[in-house]
């Protein structure tokens, strides 16, 4: 994986060299393996000036006439050469790409491409992502299989074309701004830009701390500073900026026959999800946490590299909540891997938080990441760079217990009342307690979106601490910021569309990406494996949700592949922290005094009386407001890490 950068001026000013070179220096953890930039001209009148090692041969003034500079930082994973270095160009120097991400068809378009006669001077997917743009432009897209965000400059039609993938695995920021285009992997890099004045985006607060949203528009929490959202592309042309989406769920993808729909169509895809994966040529590992997702994954592997030794790496907590020991070392036993686990320690983990939120450049909604940080940097102290996961399954196979409540809601609405009474029982059954998100999801269904919101807000007890003026200054967001997408016909089809768009996907990719990329390592996702992705959209619900279980063609595909003890497991843990103990016991004395502090006191999002009332309160059990407390804790470090 790698790292971008790039500044395009659009005011016949030259290009801010030493801008460029920070922004792509500030990169390194996402690419130590190489480094460089190319300094380019409009319609290529100008020999382009590339320098691979920054800082050392940096051109002292250059004229106008190179108003375009592209940066990249590269983590060697395919082709690990000098022919892998970029920015890349092409035969005549005048189409040139930096590209951060993997497609793993790249060996098929590869030969699709020689067959229409185009050579090649590298085996890295990069270039054959610059030659698949020269031969079929912005349409290339959709026949690229993986995650890849990137930058073209087309000096033929001085043009700049950026792009990111389906889901958004992999990130793209902007800024726009005094005739400038500036665009990096990470925020941080366009943070490099001394004219920016540093502001929070108070609306995007609000939906942090209200409606547990990020990652859910093209706004970020740094006012001013966008992001490409995922399946679209960016065209600049003429000095004017174009936005358009390549890719979405529409409700056209939602309708396979039945019959299409077997065990046996999903294990073919799985499995070639998971062989496309394995492409590197560097050592490749998996985490483990012991749910179905990942534990499909490394069972898959095993299969695919039946010689080979497989590593594994787990997070596991003394805490018999979050404790997924056993599943995980039936897998390893199972699947004969070489398990590496980790338990994060929680006091150390906070006392780390303003390095990680650097890396992680926008607050985070729980601990869990926190884990996930750990797990990185084991992976990485083991020497592996490529790592699969398990990210997706979840939002694809509707493995989250509140989907139950949209599959029960199209039920009623459809008239099918015994239906829905079976499932509920048979869910109950299964899980001995419904799950709080059944009934908000089933709420949702059915009611009013106005009436879910207010009731929500009181729910959650966002009135024990919020300030009124702040609340009140954005609270017209409830509405449509709680809304899922109602483009479809069912409760479920618009959660599910949801799920992937705004409400979960985003965010765990976000953080995955940072987590990983902080530590120089490629977390790879083959549920999100494009052919994968429009198989899983088009099942009917009963594929996914019956008899009270979820991830049905899943547990059916694999039954013979998995450890029984997980293939028929039905609690969801997820990758879970002690977070109630961490936030109550052993991090309180510091929370405590965090609260009570002057900068804290006066961000105006709460009132911070009311709120060491309510903390209080929480610590003592009376009542459930972690999520929110978490909220509070790492927006003010965030605060203090980036605002000084």
């Given at each position: 994986?790698?790292?971008i ?22 990169l ?5 393996d ?5 300094l380019l ?6 020999r ?5 090692n920054?800082?050392?041969?940096c051109?002292?003034?250059?004229g106008?006439?190179?108003?375009v500079?592209?940066g ?5 994973v395919?082709?690990l ?10 035969e ?6 930096t ?33 698949a ?8 897209l959709?026949r ?16 700049l074309f950026?792009?990111r993938?389906?889901?958004g ?9 005094a005739?400038?285009?500036a665009?990096a ?18 609306p ?5 701390l209200v409606l ?13 500073i ?7 592309f ?9 936005i ?14 039945p ?5 046996t ?20 590992g998996?985490?483990?946490s ?13 299969q ?6 497989v590593q594994?790496?787990s997070a ?5 909540i979050?404790d997924e020991?056993?599943?995980i ?6 699947a004969?891997?070489k398990?590496?686990?980790v338990?994060?320690d929680?006091?150390?983990l ?5 390095k ?5 450049e ?13 797990l ?6 083991h020497?592996v ?6 990210q ?26 015994r239906?829905?009474y ?5 869910y109950?059954?299964?899980q001995?307690?419904?799950?709080p998100?059944?009934?908000s ?8 979106s106005q ?6 807000f009181?729910?959650?007890r ?12 954005y609270?017209s967001?409830d509405?449509?910021g709680?809304?899922?997408d109602d483009?479809f ?11 992937l768009h705004?409400?979960s996907l985003?965010?765990?990719l976000h953080?995955?990406?940072?987590s990983?990329?902080?530590f120089s ?5 083959p549920?999100?494996d494009?052919q994968?992705?429009?198989f899983?959209?088009?099942l ?12 049905v063609i899943?547990?059916?595909a ?10 028929q497991?039905t609690?969801?843990?997820g990758?879970a922290?002690?977070?109630d103990?961490w936030?109550?016991?052993t991090?309180?004395?510091e929370?405590?005094?965090l ?11 709460w009132?911070?009386?009311q709120?060491r ?5 929480y610590?003592r059990?009376e ?21 000084y």
């Open positions: 994986m790698c790292g950068a790039g500044i395009v001026q659009l005011n016949k000013v030259p290009v801010d060299v030493k801008l460029l070179e920070a922004m792509t220096r500030s390194a953890h996402r690419g130590p190489g480094q460089g930039y190319a001209s409009c319609h290529g009148k100008r382009p000036i590339v320098v691979r920054i800082g050392t041969e051109p002292q003034e250059i106008p006439e190179y108003p500079g592209l990249h930082r590269r983590l060697a395919l082709d050469s000098p022919l892998g270095s970029q920015p890349m160009s092409n005549d120097g005048r189409v040139w790409i590209y951060n991400g993997e497609v793993y068809n790249y060996l098929e378009i590869r030969r699709e491409l020689m067959a229409l006669g185009r050579r090649f001077q590298s085996m890295t997917d990069t270039e054959v992502v610059l030659q743009y020269e031969e079929w432009g912005s349409s290339c959709t690229l299989n993986g995650m890849f965000a990137f930058a073209i400059w087309d000096g033929r039609h001085n043009r950026c792009a993938d389906r889901l695995m992999k990130p793209f920021y902007y800024r726009v701004s005739g400038r285009l665009f992997s990470e925020i941080k890099a366009l943070l490099e830009d001394p004219s920016l004045r540093r502001s929070p985006n108070l995007i607060i609000y939906d942090f547990s949203l990020q990652d859910h528009t093209d706004e970020t929490f740094f006012d001013g966008k992001q490409l959202r995922p399946g679209h960016m065209l600049l042309e003429g000095g004017r900026i174009h358009e989406e390549w890719w979405g769920i529409r409700q056209r993808d939602l309708q396979r026959r019959e299409e729909c077997t065990s169509t999903f294990t073919d895809l799985f499995q070639e999800a998971v062989r496309i994966h394995l492409r590197s040529d560097v050592p490749v998996s985490c483990l012991g749910g179905l997702d990942s534990s499909s994954i490394v069972c898959t592997m095993r695919q590299l039946p010689s080979h030794a594994t790496f596991y907590f003394n805490d018999p979050c020991r056993p599943y070392h039936a897998v390893v036993s199972k004969g891997t398990s590496v686990e338990m994060p929680g006091r150390r906070y006392a780390e938080m303003p990680i939120l650097w890396a992680q926008e607050p985070f909604a729980g601990t869990s990441y926190l884990a996930q940080w750990e990185m940097r084991v992976v990485a102290e020497g760079k490529v790592l699969l996961d398990g997706g399954g979840d939002e694809l196979l509707c493995g989250y217990p509140g989907y139950w409540g949209s599959y029960i809601g199209d039920l009623c609405r459809a008239g099918s009342w239906k829905a079976d499932e509920v029982r048979a109950h059954r299964q001995a307690r419904i799950h998100t059944v009934f999801n089933f709420a949702r269904a059915i009611l009013p009436l879910i919101a207010s009731a929500r009181g729910f959650k966002h009135s024990l601490w919020i300030d009124p003026n702040f609340s009140a200054a609270k967001r509405r449509t709680l809304s899922y483009k016909a069912g409760a479920l089809a618009g959660h599910t569309a949801s799920y705004t409400h985003p965010a765990l953080h995955e990406d940072r990983s990329m902080a390592v490629e977390a790879r996702l549920f999100l494009s994968l992705v429009d899983l959209l088009s009917p619900a009963e594929r996914k949700l019956c008899q009270g279980q979820s991830k899943l547990r059916e694999l039954m013979d592949v998995l450890p029984s003890v997980v293939s497991r609690d969801k843990v990758f922290t002690p977070q103990r936030l109550r016991e991090l309180r004395p929370l405590e005094l609260f009570r502090s002057s900068e804290f006191e006066q961000r105006g999002y009132n911070s009386t709120l009332h309510a903390y209080e309160r610590c059990g009542i459930e407001i972690g999520a929110s407390v978490w909220r509070w804790v790492c927006l003010e470090l965030w605060h203090r890490r980036f605002f």
